[in-house]
């Protein structure tokens, strides 16, 4: 029995681009005091990472997969498949690279070996939609001789910044200090400049504020005035907005807004609704706030973007947009009071009208969600870093 661990030394979220780090420890879990004929060997290791896309059938059309390429991927015991058995195809995936071959270890000792790979920048960020799912994943082969393949796989979340697929990296050393008594490899190199780069550009693209003014009517007249500060956030922001509604000419009893994502499915691989079909958008609703607001001047409301959500994006087949939904409801009434007389001669009971007529009326609002650091995410959100799997 032989017992493998993978880690991921800085969590299990990662920017395209950057490179992903992982320690693989094999260990013979019998005491030292076993003999030496209990001693384990393995053939050979070997790692990669992998980009499964699998689509909704009632919301996506897909063209007729190839013959040579099956939706769920052959059971093979002797070639290492990553994506053996996974639902879907896989749409990217890196060069394996071995870790070892023709490994024993005696009971009681253990190997570590280190895995570097950087994740390609032209494949689509994690996502796990109503019509569309793309998971990433590192699995490490193992295999011992004259027996099937072992696969672990480690689960992944890459967060894709575009524009930095046209960047390259500077080769001149003197764009930044060095210092001769630190010794850094041209990978670890690259991968903070990276991380630094994007850093830079998500906080250049979200810090910008200026207000913006927005008025609100129907088709009666004003109800009054939405501002807010900025229209490009980042994971794990809030957004802002103020309601001016001392300005407004309709009177505004209610109103919502909710903090949505829509999912839509591209036109040409939309499913007809007649062929049964399901809807090509889909929404999901992140964070909402309500308030009745009749006799209100100006309010207010703060909305966070959760850290686990995903960014927006767009590939061939999906697009993910982010926006601010808004729900209104205003009374028919011109000049609508529901508040008691200020002065009354003597002490009366008020009691507020039971019906108003109202109507309602609705308004999108799109925004930019960017992603934010992977550090942040790993520890706002943790997933797990570590995977076992027993031989």
């Known amino acids: 029995m032989i017992e493998v661990v993978a ?16 320690v693989v420890t094999v260990t013979n879990p019998l005491p030292p005091t076993a ?8 053939a050979w290791a070997s790692a990669q990472i992998h980009c499964q896309f699998h689509a909704s059938e009632s919301r996506v059309a897909l063209p007729p997969p190839d013959s040579s390429q099956p939706e769920v991927q052959p059971e093979s015991q002797t070639v290492f498949l990553p994506h053996r058995g996974e639902r879907g195809q896989c749409i990217l995936s890196t060069p394996p690279k071995i870790l070892f071959c023709d490994l024993r270890l005696d009971p009681g000792e253990s190997k570590s070996y280190s895995y570097s790979e950087v994740l390609p920048v032209e494949g689509p960020p994690s996502f796990r939609g109503q019509s569309v799912k793309y998971v990433y994943k590192l699995t490490i082969g193992c295999q011992r001789v004259n027996s099937p393949i072992t696969l672990l796989r480690v689960p992944l979340r890459v967060l894709v910044l575009t524009g930095l697929q046209d960047v390259r990296f500077p080769q001149d050393e003197a764009v930044a200090p060095s210092s001769p008594f630190l010794e850094e490899d041209e990978g670890g190199k690259k991968d903070s400049w990276l991380t630094e780069l994007a850093g830079e550009r998500l906080m250049a693209a979200t810090s910008c504020r200026s207000l913006h003014l927005y008025n609100i009517s129907d088709g009666r007249g004003k109800v009054g005035t939405f501002g807010i500060f900025k229209s490009v956030y980042r994971l794990g922001e809030d957004v802002v907005g103020t ?9 505004c009893l209610q109103f919502s807004v909710s903090l949505q994502t829509e999912e839509r499915v591209q036109p040409e691989y939309q499913r007809r609704r007649g062929a049964g079909g399901a809807p090509s958008v889909s929404h999901i609703t992140h964070a909402r706030h309500q308030e009745s607001c009749l006799h209100t001047t100006r309010t207010s409301f703060s909305l966070p973007i959760p850290l686990s959500s995903t960014p927006g994006f767009c590939t061939a087949i999906v697009s993910l947009k982010w926006r601010l939904h808004f729900e209104f409801v205003t009374s028919r009434e011109p000049g609508l009071v529901l508040l008691p007389p200020m002065e009354q001669p003597e002490p009366a009971t008020w009691t507020g009208p039971e019906q108003v007529p109202v109507d309602t009326f609705s308004w ?3 925004i930019k969600v960017l992603p934010t650091s992977p550090t942040l995410a790993s520890y706002a959100a943790p997933g797990p870093s570590t995977s076992t799997i027993t031989i």
Do not use: H, I, K
């Not at 003999?35 to 393995?42: D, N, Q, Y």
């Open 243 to 251: 309601l001016n509604l001392g300005e407004g000419t309709v009177a």
């Open 35 to 42: 003999t030496s004929a209990s001693s384990e060997a393995l």
């Open 364 to 366: 999108d609002l799109p």
């Open 7 to 22: 880690e991921l030394s800085r969590g299990p979220v990662f920017l395209a681009g950057e490179a992903l780090e992982c």
